[in-house]
């Protein structure tokens, strides 16, 4: 009988630890993927409020006057503006955009090219889901684009997804845990990549940097296709994932100072099948980019260009929901 008590009080321990355990690791893995956690919300370009340390940074505008003026130059840029469903042009913008294809049946190719010319570095900015910096913050890339007067985005490189990084936005610093190569976009107009743990991130903001892309990898650096074969570091919570394959994708890629190209690649349907790394890299090369960088693709892949999504992501018209976009405005 006592045995028996015995024995029935171990397996209630034993289910009791295992539920506990259970839980543990459920909470764990939510609080990681899933749980909205604010660090800092952004007002403008120009604001941000620190959530953890109820901190405010600002510059010597208050945000009704920066709000004011963004709008009044949103207001000249509109007006001033010629602009069809693939083009737009302004004194200060000139996008052109057009749908490729390539190949046919299973190898067909369907991809997206937006050739960008600015007149200086204030015309391209990134943005935050909801405008708020933290983990799982997330909106479409329309949404975030609709939400900041974009005229074009592109999903950035989903940097709620990973703990490190070094992530500066709109020329503050956000996060400082170096990783792996990333790309700068400086305020003097030009692209470059870099490796996160060779420069400091003080030296990159006296620099001029004003956004960094922390995703890859580099496709061309220096005028140079960059063979990425068997090192490529994306995610270190998951090791190297399967992105060298068909998939769709999202890049940015210079010309020259102040002429960008965004290409976004549809994939994984009957439409496309979506490019391997070495093609997206060609791609960019015939283009005649000197720099190009690899953004967060698969089912973030999206195109967005005056209120509306101009690739068929997935091949489903349907937009999963991501951490940022860069935009022109």
């Known amino acids: 009988m006592h045995n028996r008590k015995r024995i029935f009080t171990k397996k209630k321990i034993i289910t009791l630890v295992s539920i506990l355990t259970i839980s543990t ?32 940074t600002t510059n010597s505008s208050t945000s009704n006057e920066t709000n004011t003026t963004s709008s009044s130059s949103t207001t000249k840029e ?32 369907t991809y997206y090219v937006a050739d960008v010319k600015v007149k200086d570095s204030s015309y391209l900015h990134s943005a935050f889901a909801k405008n708020e910096y933290g983990r ?38 956000y996060r400082n845990e170096p ?9 003097n107009g030009i692209m470059k990549t870099f490796e996160e743990k060779e420069i400091s991130s003080e030296e990159l903001l006296k620099n001029g940097v004003i956004d960094t892309l922390s995703f890859g990898p580099v496709l061309i650096k220096d005028g140079n296709i960059v063979d990425n074969s068997g090192k490529i570091v994306v995610d270190t919570n998951f090791g190297n994932r399967s992105i060298e394959d068909a998939n769709p994708r999202t890049g940015i890629g210079m010309i020259e100072p102040n002429h960008f190209v965004f290409i976004v690649v ?5 439409e496309s099948r979506g490019m391997t790394l070495s093609e997206f890299a060609e791609t960019f090369k015939e283009l005649g980019c000197t720099e190009a960088y690899n953004l967060d693709g698969g089912g973030s892949s999206t195109m967005y260009f005056m209120g509306r999504v101009v690739n068929n992501p997935l091949g489903e018209n349907k937009e999963r929901k991501i951490s940022d976009i860069l935009y022109v405005k």
């Open 25 to 56: 690791i459920s909470y764990a893995l939510a609080y990681r993927y899933l749980i909205e956690r604010v660090e800092a919300q952004v007002t403008d370009n120009n604001t941000t409020t620190i959530v953890s340390t109820n901190s405010t």
């Open 136 to 173: 799982n913050i997330l909106e479409t890339t329309s949404d975030i684009a609709d939400n900041n007067g974009a005229i074009l985005a592109i999903n950035g490189d989903y940097y709620g997804f990973r703990s490190d990084g070094v992530l500066i936005r709109n020329g503050k610093l």
């Open 179 to 187: 990783a792996r190569t990333s790309a700068a976009l400086y305020s």
């Open 266 to 270: 549809d994939g994984r349907s009957e």
């Open 78 to 109: 509109s007006s001033e503006a010629k602009y069809d469903d693939w083009s737009y042009k302004s004194d200060g913008i000139e996008i052109s955009i057009k749908k490729n294809t390539k190949g046919s049946g299973a190898d067909k190719i």
